[in-house]
């Protein structure tokens, strides 16, 4: 055969030899050869398992996807583009046969709250927030509201609230809503929502599960009763995650429980010498005796892993004085994101909240003395070393 015809067909399509890699290959492949047309028809009418094209299912994403689903006890999960590409793909599984009406919470990621007011409400679904750390006040609205959907986040960002999922589970399943959960703060390690009754849990890949900066993407593990609208949604609209980002995921993950309790721990240290010091007005953090969700998080969460976010507020500080600050860290990052494994720092007001309203921004809580530390693997001294001599400046 001529070298035209060599190039397009060498070493492709070997038979299985009797070795088997230890690690999931990254599978390129967009398609997929049988032996036989009838073996081809057989997979297409899913009659026989197997893979037919990688927006249905390619190998580098179904094992990450068996390993993700295996974390949070679900059903089966779908790996997706991104973060907000996996929230958007739960939402809309979780509304095709129910109200186009969502409740959502009132303290949500930025671009969560873009999807639902600039995506989904223009297309006719009715979007009401609630505060879902107060069970009265949303059942109230979820009786009124009747929603099809609600959404939620195990740990908000930026002031780390914490609701009670087992109760907001029995709400929605009262008023026939799916419940969505947003898990990407807390990670399976410290809260695994399809237990306590969710019905979807979404995650940014990108922070925690990957965890190293490198890898955008995102995850819906679902329960049995919307799995496959899910991977029909996907099949339809193609939102999948590319094999390469699926293997960097997978070889981040296999650190990922180590990595999460040395943040968690190092957060904890953290948050106490933060409350301790003369500059620092007060200190977000779910592991404090006197955050307002204290006893839901001793209920829920177990005991010292509280999460590696730490929010705090400076004495007197406004931009200026936050600017220089942040301007005087040698080893915290100043970048947006969070959950890697370098400790990294962010301004909400700039950053995650820039899009809302003064007014509004102090109404939610989040002043202009506010910053958001994510709590890197780091030896806790010395990230405490840097924020020392930042709080000098
Ligand atoms: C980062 C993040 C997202 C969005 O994830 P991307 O991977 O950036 O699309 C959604 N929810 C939370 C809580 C996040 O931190």
Redesign the pocket.
């Known amino acids: 055969m001529k070298i035209h015809t060599r190039a397009v067909h060498a070493g492709d399509r070997k038979k299985p030899g009797r070795h088997i890699p230890v690690t999931t290959p990254v599978h390129t492949a967009a398609s997929f050869f049988y032996e036989s047309m009838e073996q081809l028809d057989r997979v297409f009418g899913r009659e026989e398992s197997g893979f037919s094209y990688s927006r249905y299912e390619n190998p580098s994403a179904v094992a990450l996807e068996e390993l993700v689903a295996n974390l949070e006890g679900g059903h089966g999960a779908l790996a997706c ?7 958007h793909m739960a939402v809309v599984t979780a509304l095709a046969d129910r109200r186009k009406s969502i409740v959502a919470a009132n303290a ?2 930025g ?2 709250v873009s999807l639902l007011l600039n995506v989904l409400e223009p297309t006719g679904v009715a979007i009401r927030f609630a505060d879902v750390c107060d069970l009265d006040a949303l059942r109230a609205i979820v009786a009124q509201a009747r929603p099809g959907c609600i959404l939620v ?1 195990t740990i908000s ?1 930026p002031l780390l609230r914490v609701g009670q999922m087992d109760r907001i589970a029995e709400i929605a399943r009262e008023a026939g809503a799916a419940l969505v959960v ?1 898990n ?2 807390a990670t399976p390690l410290i809260l695994r929502p399809l237990e306590h009754g969710a019905n979807m849990v ?6 925690y599960l990957s965890g190293h900066g490198d890898v ?3 995850v819906v593990v679902s329960d049995e009763p919307h799995f496959e609208g899910l991977r029909a949604l996907s099949r339809a609209t193609g939102p999948v995650l590319g094999p390469f980002e699926c293997y960097l995921t997978m070889r981040g993950i296999k650190t990922f429980a180590v990595r999460m309790e040395k943040q968690c721990a190092n957060a904890c240290r953290i948050a106490s010498w933060l409350s301790a010091h003369p500059k620092v007005e007060r200190i977000y953090f779910p592991g404090d005796p006197a955050h307002p969700d204290a006893a839901a998080v001793r209920r829920l969460f177990p005991p010292n892993l509280y999460g590696a976010v730490v929010s705090f507020e400076l004495k007197d500080a406004g931009r200026d004085e936050i600017f220089r600050f942040m301007d005087a860290l040698k080893l915290i990052v100043r970048a947006t ?3 890697d494994v370098h400790s990294m720092m962010l301004y909400p007001v700039m950053s995650s909240h820039r899009e809302v309203a003064p007014k509004h921004r102090e109404r939610m809580g989040i002043r202009d003395s506010l910053v958001r530390l994510s709590v890197g693997i780091e030896a806790a001294e010395d990230i405490i070393g840097d924020l020392e001599q930042a709080l000098v400046v």
């Open positions: 583009a991104s973060g907000m590409a996996a929230i949500l990621y671009a969560t986040e960002n947003d990407t703060f979404a995650h940014s890949l990108t922070k955008l993407g995102g994101s969070l959950g």
